[in-house]
């Protein structure tokens, strides 16, 4: 039996919530009239069991059964870490010094 399951990858926008990521996902369409390209976002709710992956991390989230009203997503794996910004080096920083 082949897996019909959707696989998507996009950039991690959110985490604010209890083991959910906010992913969106870019892609490119052509208008089936005018033939001119676009760019649409999707923005796509996953479940993060472990609540491993972090903002700006690219991540791979595979179809499920409906956890919730707008969750149908979970998590596979990250496929690269976030480069820490300035600010994140900082609070580094402050918690070694503590």
Same mark, same amino acid.
């Given at each position: 039996?082949?897996?019909? @399951?959707?696989?998507?990858?996009?950039?991690?926008? $959110?985490? &604010? @919530?209890?083991?959910?990521?906010?992913? *969106?996902?870019? #892609?490119? &369409?052509?208008?089936?009239?005018? &033939?001119? %390209?676009? $760019?649409?976002?999707?923005? /796509?709710?996953?479940?993060?069991?472990?609540? %491993? @992956?972090?903002?700006?991390?690219?991540?791979?989230? =595979?179809? /499920?059964?409906? /956890?919730?009203?707008?969750?149908?997503? #979970?998590? &596979?794996? =990250?496929?690269?870490?976030?480069?820490?910004?300035?600010?994140?080096?900082?609070?580094?920083?402050? *918690?070694?010094?503590?």
């Amino acid at each position: 039996m082949h897996n019909m @399951a959707k696989t998507l990858t996009g950039t991690v926008v $959110s985490t &604010k @919530a209890n083991k959910t990521i906010v992913i *969106e996902v870019h #892609a490119r &369409k052509t208008h089936p009239i005018y &033939k001119k %390209q676009y $760019s649409v976002t999707n923005r /796509i709710m996953a479940h993060d069991e472990n609540s %491993q @992956a972090k903002m700006g991390d690219k991540v791979t989230v =595979v179809e /499920i059964r409906p /956890i919730s009203k707008n969750k149908h997503f #979970a998590l &596979k794996n =990250v496929l690269s870490h976030a480069a820490l910004t300035k600010e994140d080096k900082a609070v580094i920083d402050q *918690e070694e010094v503590a």
